[in-house]
């Protein structure tokens, strides 16, 4: 957001802690400034690499809870692109792969991540079931797919139940103005993934929405108020 909150290519180096405003000290035109809008997007959200000495590409995205498809186009390894499509719905994950001419000897290892209350049912390459790995850790799960990827069209589809997803849409404050804006701060399931509590940290008196997936699954909601000591700050 701060990358397209003003002119193109103008990515400020340094904020200031109270308001939304750009340091005296601060230079837009800096590298490192654009390369960590661009390297979290696609190493961290996306969960893109690509291993040219091992012939592989692994894609494991953490998408918003709000996102149902993103596409990502004209990945190149070693002269050969390839075209990803991503789609999510209440029970399912599909990924099309289009892979160039001459594409031979290539794997592709798709890890979406689900919640940690999901339930892999199967998984399939082209409309034919393939082995699938979970790999769960304290926030979310895993689910691991390695296919070879000659040229054309190919469709990985990860099926599961009882996925759930929590998140929230964020809004630039005005220039020179505080942040009024909602945060995660922590998640946390019990044991038996029946039970969800997420800790928030916004403006106290402000009403916020919260983006829900699969959200007939909530069968009920408990809220509580804790005080904070740090200015505008509540729970």
């Known amino acids: 957001m701060l990358a397209l909150d003003g002119s193109l290519g103008h990515v400020t180096e340094v904020l ?31 969960g893109l690499e690509v ?15 709000e996102w149902n498809s993103f ?9 050969q692109g390839l075209d990803f499509a991503y789609s999510r719905g209440a029970q399912e994950i599909s990924l099309i792969i289009n892979a160039g001419p ?3 000897g290539y794997s592709v290892v798709f890890a979406p991540e689900i919640s940690l209350r999901a339930h892999v049912t199967a998984a399939e ?26 040229s054309g069209r190919h469709t990985i589809r990860i099926r599961f139940k009882d996925d759930f997803g929590i998140g929230i849409t964020s809004s ?3 220039l020179g103005r505080e942040s009024r804006g909602l945060r995660i701060v922590s998640m946390s399931w019990t044991p038996a993934h029946d039970a969800l509590t997420v800790q928030l940290s916004g403006i106290a008196g402000e009403q916020y929405d919260l983006n829900v997936r699969n959200a007939e699954q ?15 700050k509540g729970c």
Not at 51 to 65: N, V
Not at 220 to 229: A, F, L, P, Q
């Open 125 to 150: 390459l082209d409309g034919r079931p393939v082995q699938f790995h979970v790999a769960a850790n304290s926030e979310d799960q895993h689910v691991s797919v390695r296919c070879a990827v000659p």
């Open 71 to 79: 596409g990502i186009g004209n990945v190149v390894v070693n002269r």
């Open 102 to 104: 001459g594409n031979s």
């Open 172 to 174: 630039m404050p005005g």
């Open 16 to 46: 200031s802690g109270d308001v939304y405003q750009p340091l005296a000290s601060s230079s837009p035109q800096q590298i490192w400034s654009s390369a960590m809008v661009i390297s979290p997007i696609v190493r961290g959200m996306l």
């Open 218 to 232: 909530i069968q009920s909601i408990d809220t509580s108020k804790r005080s904070h000591t740090e200015k505008n």
């Open 51 to 65: 291993d040219a000495q091992a012939q592989e590409i692994l894609l494991s995205p953490h998408i918003p809870a």
